[in-house]
């Protein structure tokens, strides 16, 4: 609708003046929507990393032990998996190469409360991409996602 004033036609108020789309500002920008996996069996830390990747524009699963895990990775692809290795014996290793044979094309993060070199080494040579030991910066594990 249309107004007539002083013999200039303007636009009615209720209409919405047109804009350009906005483009998505900060980290979220340059994520391409990644599925993301994580598996930790703290429910703090869980919910503080799934609420810091999902305000990153990451889609987030989160399983609270292995059982879980493997139920998510039998329906969906994931493009990374962040695991929490809280038992450094042998029977820690055994869940993470279990998670190694199931990750498909996915990164597999290891996060760990473990910061003996010995423990770290182990888990590359495992097959993990990475290993940070807890606390964990948000910085570091954001850089350390892409």
């Not at 810091?52 to 699963?61: E, V």
């Not at 139920?71 to 038992?87: A, G, K, R, V």
């Not at 029977?91 to 498909?104: D, M, V, W």
């Amino acid at each position: 609708a249309r107004a007539q004033i002083n013999g200039h036609f303007m636009k009615h108020s209720l209409e919405k003046p047109h804009t350009a789309p906005q483009k998505p500002r900060g980290h979220a920008a340059h994520t391409r929507k990644q599925r993301v996996l994580l598996v930790e069996s703290d429910p703090t830390f869980r919910r503080a990393l799934s609420g810091l990747f999902t305000k990153q524009g990451y889609f987030i699963s989160a399983a609270a032990n292995l059982t879980d895990a493997l139920e998510f990775l039998s329906q969906l692809h994931y493009s990374l998996i962040i695991y929490n290795l809280d038992d450094a014996s042998h029977n820690g290793f055994n869940k993470l190469e279990t998670i190694l044979k199931n990750a498909g094309k996915a990164r597999v993060l290891v996060t760990s409360s473990f910061s003996e070199q010995s423990v770290i080494n182990h888990v590359k040579q495992t097959g993990a991409y990475a290993c940070l030991t807890k606390p964990i910066k948000r910085a570091t594990i954001l850089q350390a996602a892409q």
